[in-house]
């Protein structure tokens, strides 16, 4: 199940394994491997193509075609491993990527306004995530101490704009 | 001192209800202890051996008579009436219950106090020079900085789940460095280039723990506008190199050992090149609304010659020792900062009641332009009190057991809870304080500023490795041991202590530091420090004197 927009949906994209064969017009997920593995053919189809990133692959290597995935999806093998925090926020700050940003992995609730700022937009979650309205999670703070890749104001400067 | 503002307030108080939700949840069984362990954590709250522990933060060891209050407040209310302050500047409570944390988290917030990132894989409470704004030696006040800091490092997006903790601290005080900025993740020295503008050295990869490592300079000058765009590409770096597969190689010391300074210092500078820096810029306008808040309190100089001051003295020695070894020069002619010590002889290094609380606030209104100001060495400071109040001030501390003269002293010990509380001890700290405290009482004006730290496990909070003596405990079989370093320094001349020998038993401790201290004082030559000699002449004479032959009713030192 995902997250998405401020409301709870279905996953349409099917994540491919390495070894099963790509569809034409469907959209899939890719793994980085199998990504610079095929790229050519993988760039050559016209469906939206999405791509797994693992989180010690710095983001910075795709370089431009950070632009050609409709959704990238970074990894939390555990919540306490944060280094998709800061891929995200590269891909974003860095390379300007405006697709969708997925967390994929051990995505909790109280990590969720966490990776909002660093410009996740989307987060894979579990049944539970309804039951216990997660959706909460993104409006219990609305004052924040620094910039974020989700734009929103931050002190520092909110100060200086009062005083 | 820095006061909130409605965003401060506003975040804090959102914070206490989001975490008093979190506590909700576990409570209800929604949230496992092993998901509810890190947000708790985020919020200082240890599960320790009997109960758990609350930590809160005094960021840069700044605190009002009224937080002070609030301190004496919850040790009455929710704990035992007693708290114990910290190498960290923090205040621990031992005795707390899970389900009045929230409770006490809103007491706090009501007088800007907090417990955020007082543990976890984030920032911890940035640390400064005790004696900022009062010491005539520094650059300038270092506050300003580390109230900017704090700011920017509370429950930041991208670095709240790092590979480990994460401490800074900042001095303007190079020459004279009392806030052990060497063995910090990042150390921050202000100082001046060739043109006179002030900014930052910075410093990288320092800490203590089982690899103690003193930090390296990876910018000699960094102008203060880009104070937190640096600390950024810093963090980022870590974030994504440092270590995750080892907790005790996951520091950002062992990153920038494994890399080399030469590397670690192109890596952070390759991206902090590519950082957008104007988003992080820090303007002059800002950087004067935050000094703003710590002006100098406006103290008129007094006359060197003060007859009554100087009649006190000579009538009282008790008087008189005190203020030779608790008090220093502060920057205005005829003022003085204060140190109040937590080291009764043969008592916890650290403790402090919740009646000793309150009379601190109220001599810090009385006194000190109602400023207190907490020490890495665990000790209590009132930054700005005029000499002539001092007689006043001092016949109020005896009554409190506040007024003991030891300073810098050998019974001036640093201690972690050790295995009387902590769940990670290997062994006790705070007997072995207490026994050496009570046994050197009597001889510590005569051997001078010896610095003895003690840690209960090598994961180092009593900072034993930059002790001039540090002590370590370890566990044989079951049974508590003691190894030995010295010639450590947290100072200007920061060192690594080395390990003299075999560790030696419990009952034997005291029996040891004297022989120690027996070599220096039969070594000295004028003017030495313990330290001194240890370096002039090595460790050989100590190791002989430790280790020689003993009367057979002695217990043998562990091999």
Known sequence: ?163 | MYRYDAFDQRFLEERVAQYRDQVRRRLAGQLSEEEFKPLRLMNGLYLQLHAYMLRIAIPYGTLAPEQMRMLAHVARRYDKGWGHFTTRTNCQFNWIKLEETPDILADLATVQLHAIQTSGNSFRNTTADPWAGAAADEIEDPRPYCEIIRQWSTLHPEFSFLPRKFKIAVSAAKEADRAAVKVHDIGLYLRRDEAGDVGFEVLVGGGLGRTPILAETVRDFLPKRHLLSYLEAILRVYNQHGRRDNLYKSRIKILVQHLGVARMREAVEAEWAAIDKAALALTDDTIADFARHFAPPDLAPVPEADAAFAAALASDKQFARWVEHNTARHKVPGHAIVTLSLKPYGRPPGDCTAEQMDLVADLAEDYSQCEIRLTHEQNIVLPHVCRSDLWALWCRLGPAGLATANIGLVTDIIACPGLDYCSLASARSIPIAERLSRHLAAREDDIGELKIKISGCINACGHHHVGHIGILGVDKNGEEFYQITLGGSADQDAALGSIIGPAVPSAEVTNAIDRLIEVYLSQRVAGERFNDTYRRIGAAPFKAALYAPRPAREPAYAA
Not at chain 1, 11 to 40: F, I, K, M, N, Q
Not at chain 1, 109 to 121: I, N, P, S
């Open chain 1, 1 to 163: 199940m995902l997250l998405e927009a401020g409301a709870f949906c279905a996953d349409r994209w099917r994540h491919l394994g390495d070894d099963e064969a790509v569809p034409e017009d469907e959209t899939v997920t890719v793994s980085y491997a199998r990504w610079t593995r095929e790229r050519a053919a993988l760039t050559r189809r016209n469906a939206p193509l999405g791509l797994r990133l693992p989180n010690d692959v710095a983001p910075l290597v795709l370089g431009e075609d950070v632009h050609r995935f409709a959704v990238i999806v970074l990894d939390f093998p555990r919540f306490t491993d944060g280094r998709a925090y800061s891929q995200a926020r590269l891909l974003r700050g860095r390379l300007g990527y405006r697709g969708s940003l997925r967390a994929a992995g051990n995505v909790l609730r109280d990590q969720l306004l966490f990776m909002r700022r660093c410009g996740f937009d989307s987060f894979e979650v579990g049944e539970r995530a309804v039951a216990e309205n997660w959706l909460a999670a993104f409006d219990e703070l609305d004052v924040f101490f620094q910039p974020g890749e989700d734009r929103m104001p931050w002190v520092l400067r909110q100060r200086r704009a009062v005083a």
